[in-house]
Structures are given as C-alpha cells and as structure tokens.
T-cell receptor
Framework: GAGVSQSPSNKVTEKGKDVELRCDPI?????LYWYRQSLGQGLEFLIY????????KSGLPSDRFSAERTGGSVSTLTIQRTQQEDSAVYLC??????????????FGPGTRLTVL | LAKTTQPISMDSYEGQEVNITCSHN???????ITWYQQFPSQGPRFIIQ???TKVTNEVASLFIPADRKSSTLSLPRVSLSDTAVYYC??????????FGKGTRLSVIA
C-alpha cells in the first residue's frame, strides 16, 4: 500500500515568513510523528500525535512551531516567522499502534526547508 | 529512552559481510531494538527489529545476546547500494524515537 507522503518536497522561503508542511500518514496508522534533521545531524523529535489524546509537544523548539492533525489522519506542521536556523529536512512518520510492543515507525521522504 | 552507542563510521568492500554493533547498557525490559537505514535526502527506512536472540529477514540479521545490552546488525554480502547511515534505537516502537548520529557505512568496489 501507499507509504507516508509529505508535501512539498522542497520549500524555500524568506526569513520571517510562515510555512506549512503537510504529512499524509499510512492509512489506518493512529500514531503520527514529526522530526527534523539538520545537515549532517541525527533526527530530532518535534511532536507526536496518538489517536485522540493530547499531542506530545515536548520536542517543539519554540512557540513559533505548531502542528495539528485533522480527523486523525493528515497533519500540518506550521512554522511562523521562520528563521534561518529552521532550515532542515522535516520528516513525518506514522505507526500502527496496537497493544503489541515494538510497533514500527514508517517515515516519509521529508520536506527540505530552506530559509533565506 | 535508552542511550545507544555505535561506531561513527565503517568501511567495507563489496561482497563482504558487515557487522555493526550497538551498545545499549540501560535497555529496559519492555524495550525493543530497531535498526533503520538512511540514504542521503531520504527518510529513514526500517530494516529489522528484535527483542532477544536472533531475527532474520530478507535484508539483514539481528543478533541480541541474552543480557540484551548490545545488538549486532549483520548485512550479508554488501553492495555499493548499501552505503548509508545505519541507526540503532531502543525503546517502545510507538513512542518518539531518539536517534543518535548513527554509523556511516561506506561500501567500496
């Protein structure tokens, strides 16, 4: 079946502008995660949605970052007043949460954000 | 989440078996061990996951000793296309993953 999709694949914006990044998880996956990866670095957790529970926002670096997940499916990550240090690849992942431990996260291709 | 330690880089010739070992001394009872592969400009791709002993799939094998304080990813007969960064993670699969720097594997012709 279809994997996790993200759009746009690339986004170039000017400093101070707002951007929205979209994630379409695998159908039926109840958990959705956002990560970001700066050049040459590992992945950094941003936010996590699980079903109807309140999202885990503990990884968001500042209040300029927010995310929502509508209808338990598509998610949008919004960055307001972008800064140059926001430049990174933003990755979305989803997983099928069950009572079985060890569920696997499946990643999308990412959105490369460049802030000029 | 348990912290993992793995080599920063490894080199191998085509056709050889590559073993990448990861240390996770503080692994919890309910934690699984999962390995991901990442190519440049792509998201991480799941390779294999295990809890104990040995797991094998069409891509790799994962060896986990009884104490579970380490694990070894084994890639049989690597090719140039296996050049990538390999991440070892421990934890519950349905919680945010904590990625380290991974192991950069370079396969040489």
């Amino acid at each position: 079946g279809a994997g996790v999709s993200q759009s746009p694949s690339n986004k170039v914006t000017e400093k101070g502008k707002d951007v929205e990044l979209r994630c379409d998880p695998i159908s039926g996956h109840t958990a959705l995660y956002w990560y970001r990866q700066s050049l040459g670095q590992g992945l950094e957790f941003l936010i996590y949605f699980q079903g109807n529970s309140a999202p885990d926002k503990s990884g968001l670096p500042s209040d300029r970052f927010s995310a929502e997940r509508t209808g338990g499916s598509v998610s949008t990550l919004t960055i307001q007043r972008t800064q140059q240090e926001d430049s990174a690849v933003y990755l979305c992942a989803s997983s099928l949460v069950s009572r079985r431990l060890g569920d696997t996260q499946y990643f999308g291709p990412g959105t490369r954000l460049t802030v000029l | 989440l348990a912290k993992t330690t793995q080599p920063i880089s490894m080199d191998s010739y085509e056709g050889q078996e590559v073993n990448i070992t990861c240390s996770h001394n503080n692994i919890a009872t309910n934690d699984y061990i999962t390995w991901y592969q990442q190519f440049p400009s792509q998201g991480p791709r799941f390779i294999i996951q295990g809890y104990k002993t040995k797991v094998t799939n069409e891509v790799a094998s994962l060896f986990i000793p009884a104490d579970r304080k380490s694990s070894t990813l084994s890639l049989p007969r690597v090719s140039l296309s296996d050049t990538a960064v390999y991440y070892c993670l421990v934890g519950l699969g349905n919680t945010p993953l904590v990625f380290g720097k991974g192991t950069r594997l370079s396969v040489i012709a």
